[in-house]
């Protein structure tokens, strides 16, 4: 089976996001950007079901500028056989990375696509289900284990509660949760086999999709700060502050 | 405009996060005229339409009844969404994981872009959300038709009772036949859900191990009645199930209070329970960033003084 990852270059989960005075947006500029961290759980996914001899290739794609690149050397120092850029400066929304990939997955046709849950930039998590509509596929959202079967792949999910387990026809498109599995580090030697691997670069009007934001941002602000507590010295005094200050107990 | 918010319910009930949506519908209705009504997708649900017909501001209820809604599995609810959708302006969802599985499918499926997890309502087509762990807000405007957003429901009260709408029976859609449900696996909880506790007490590295969690926290939420939650670094050393982890990837919460033990209090936890009303932390590190964002803080060793605090209740 053939197995599509896609990838996003995202702010470092480490750093304090600064927004900008103008409130226009977050400031990017000179900022640590890395792979999105559900994204690394799903490439490892990918690369772990290739090793257990239940997936042959594993594509990795990222949308987005040329930067992106290094996101998909690093997908493919982790073990994906080859990248996929779909590049452009325009502010990419949800709906219009869905549209792409699913240009893509016509073309190369994977049994599997696995993405990240959701990208902790815009914490949107829509990416997967909106591909999974657009190819009139199934989803299997918030995957804590995936299991691939005849014909079909075998997806426990994490819900409010618990766990569910879905049975989905292939081919279908699976988000990953953060129990997933724990990406491996990438080594020196597989850094440097990954700058030989095929990455190739297309625009999205090769892939006859419109990339345009269907939603407007009109400002960004700081969230309202919360204002400077108190230390107290000992739990009757804390008990006290709960029970005649605030009265919360 | 018609606004409809697809409730989450368990068949019998509807569950909280509904109500809190419910709000977000009315408080559009509010700013732009219009009814609110309410979809009810399900098997033998006839007990949760019923609740939802008794919410005070909702005008009407759709009832779709069909063994292959049982499981709410995302393919099917989001078809049966689709058979009424051209009759709304918005359509709103709780951001639940069940709320988050279905409503970009039905926003792909009406090309249309989705906003997630909204905390306000400006205008009928203008609404904040935070990102980036919710260290910015963000005010989006969706020129859209038809507005789907999934509702944070610690922004908005829970709708009231006493409302008397109509129950409409609608023709259920066939099932997708794309996915099956093998089965599903609930811890039992015997303590308040934690997306609606008033008090949470939450535990994070600083208990040790998951006999220690039990042992030392366990007490203090029976004492307040509270529920219990937990740090990621908690849940992923096997210290307490999945399911309470609170913060960016796992539940947003906003009790009256929230009583943060051993926990360092990293960016994507306080992205989960900022938004609490009063913060309690009990930690021996100093350094801790949790004491920035707590109202009390109390600098010792949680062994101590967790029980000391169940003691003094």
Redesign the interface.
């Known amino acids: 089976m053939k197995i599509l990852v896609a990838v996003k270059r995202v ?1 470092d ?1 480490n750093v ?2 600064r ?1 900008k005075a103008d409130g226009t947006g ?1 400031d990017t500029a000179n900022v640590k950007m890395s792979m999105n961290p559900f994204d690394e759980i799903a490439v490892e996914e990918a690369v772990r079901l290739r090793e257990k001899g239940a997936a042959g290739e594993v594509v990795a794609v990222s949308c987005g500028v040329t930067q992106c690149q290094e996101t998909l050397r690093t997908a493919m120092a982790i073990g994906a056989d080859r990248g996929i850029l779909v590049e452009t400066g325009e502010e990419l ?3 219009a990375v ?1 549209k792409l990939l699913k240009a893509l997955v016509e073309q190369e046709k994977p049994d599997l696509v696995i993405l990240g ?2 990208a ?15 190819l ?7 995957a ?1 284990k995936v299991e691939v079967e005849e014909g079909r792949v ?1 997806v426990t ?13 292939t081919p279908a498109i699976v988000t990953t ?3 997933l599995n724990e990406p491996r580090y990438v080594t020196l030697p597989n850094i440097m086999k990954a700058k030989k691997k095929p990455l190739v670069v297309v625009k999205p009007g090769e892939l006859g999709v419109d990339v345009a ?11 309202s700060g ?7 010295p ?3 005094s ?2 006290d ?2 029970k005649n200050e ?1 009265k ?2 | 405009m018609t606004i409809l918010v697809i409730a989450e319910h368990d068949h019998g009930a509807l569950k909280g996060a509904t109500l809190n949506v419910v709000t977000a519908a009315i408080d559009i209705a509010r700013l732009a005229g219009g009814e609110v009504h309410v979809l009810v997708a399900g098997h033998n649900a006839n007990g949760a339409a019923t609740d939802a017909a008794a919410l005070q501001g909702v005008a009407k209820v759709l009832h779709a009844d069909a063994p292959q809604l049982a499981e709410q ?3 099917n609810i ?1 078809a049966q969404v689709m058979a009424v959708a051209m009759d709304y302006t918005h359509l709103l969802f709780p951001a ?3 709320g ?10 009406l ?7 909204a905390t306000r309502v400006i205008a009928a087509d ?1 609404f904040e959300r ?15 038709p038809i507005k789907v957003v999934t509702v944070r429901t610690t922004g908005f009260d829970a709708a009231g009772r006493g409302g008397s709408a109509v129950v409409a029976p609608i023709a259920a859609v066939a099932d ?12 039992k ?1 015997d303590r308040p859900e934690l ?1 609606a506790a008033k ?1 949470i007490v939450s535990g994070g590295r600083g208990l040790g191990s998951a006999e220690k969690f039990a042992e030392v926290l366990t007490p203090l939420a029976d004492a ?1 009645g509270a529920a219990l939650g937990a740090s ?1 670094a908690a ?2 050393a096997g210290y307490a ?3 309470w982890q609170v913060g ?2 796992g ?1 947003i919460v906003a009790p ?2 929230y009583v943060a033990c051993g926990i360092s209090g990293a ?2 936890h306080l992205a989960g329970m ?1 938004d609490s ?4 932390a009990i930690n021996k590190d100093p350094e801790a960033p949790i ?10 060793d949680l062994f101590e ?1 967790v029980p ?2 169940v003691r ?2």
């Open positions: 702010v989960y304090k996001v927004v977050v929304q949800p709906l869905a849950k959701q902790i930039d815009d914490d949107c998590n829509q990416t997967g289900q909106m591909l999974a509509a657009l009139g596929r199934p989803q299997g959202t918030f804590s075998r999910r994490e819900v409010d509660g618990g766990l569910e387990t879905v049975s989905l026809a949760d953060l129990r934001p269907r939603l407007q941002t009109l400002s960004v602000r700081e969230p919360r204002k400077a507590g108190i230390k107290v000992d739990v009757a804390l008990v502050k709960l605030v919360v107990i | 599995l995302g393919e989001a639940t994981a069940h988050k599985n279905v409503a970009p499918r039905v926003a792909a499926l090309d249309v872009a989705q906003i997630s997890d203008t935070p990102v980036y762990a919710g260290n910015a807000i963000a005010t989006v405007r969706s020129a859209d997708s036949g794309l996915s099956s449900f093998v089965g599903a696996e609930i811890v909880l997306t008090i307040l990621r849940v992923d199930p999945n399911d960016q990837t539940k009256q209070l960016i994507q900022k009303k009063v913060i309690v004491f920035q964002v707590a109202d009390y803080g109390l600098e010792a003084a000391e605090l003094s209740l």
